[in-house]
């Protein structure tokens, strides 16, 4: 019975998580639609959302000297995992953390990597495709971002669920900003915070052409 309805939850996220239709890009998607964004962080044409997964897990920071004898917290990498409902359940549908980009010769990018077909993507975030603008991110949460696809890779069976996107979203953010204490002198210096976060992403890929 367990190894059905396992069967069912796979099958489900498959389903609902590649069957987003450009219409549904437009009007909803499957964590409530994607927001208003700034316009700096809107998809250019030729691009439709295929998929959304909710991310809960930590950005996380370590103590490093910052020059003149100052010390401060750095971001390192994130660690989450993104869930999507299937048949009233919470789905895992993707991990999200750091590893070396193979299409960078090995410079270490945020990945995701499919939980079911293994594989991944790796993104980079740029200044111009970020915002703290108020009107849209929450007080003490971290950007909102639009980070551009750099690396892909299919799963070790050919899977290609996640390697198809081009641009990935990273909006509705809650938390995961560095710690305003822990990290003012130098005897702090590696100490670590785990700071939790939630966010929703919302993966695109190239339109087919008709």
């Known amino acids: 019975m367990l190894t059905h309805v396992r069967r069912l939850l796979t099958l489900g996220m498959i389903v609902l998580g590649g069957g987003v239709s450009p219409a549904l890009a437009q009007t909803g998607s499957l964590i409530g639609g994607v927001p208003e964004v700034p316009g700096n962080l809107e998809v250019e044409a030729g691009f439709v959302l295929y998929s959304t997964g909710h991310a809960i897990g930590t950005q996380n920071y370590v103590c490093l000297p910052a020059g003149g004898g100052a010390v401060a917290w750095k971001f390192v990498a ?113 100490a670590v915070a785990l700071m939790p976060y939630t966010a929703d992403y919302f993966f695109y890929k190239p339109r087919r052409a008709r």
């Open 78 to 190: 994130p660690q989450a995992t993104l869930f999507v409902p299937v048949f009233g359940f919470q789905a895992q549908l993707a991990t999200h953390f750091l590893s070396p980009n193979p299409d960078e010769p090995g410079l270490a990018r945020a990945t995701w990597q499919h939980s079911v077909d293994s594989s991944r993507v790796w993104a980079k975030a740029t200044p111009e495709h970020t915002s703290s603008d108020p009107t849209f991110v929450a007080p003490g949460a971290i950007p909102w971002l639009l980070l551009d696809v750099v690396g892909q890779e299919a799963g070790p069976d050919g899977g290609t669920f996640l390697s198809q996107a081009a641009f990935i979203q990273r909006l509705n953010t809650a938390g995961g900003q560095a710690p305003t204490t822990g990290c003012s002198q130098a005897t702090n210096i590696g």
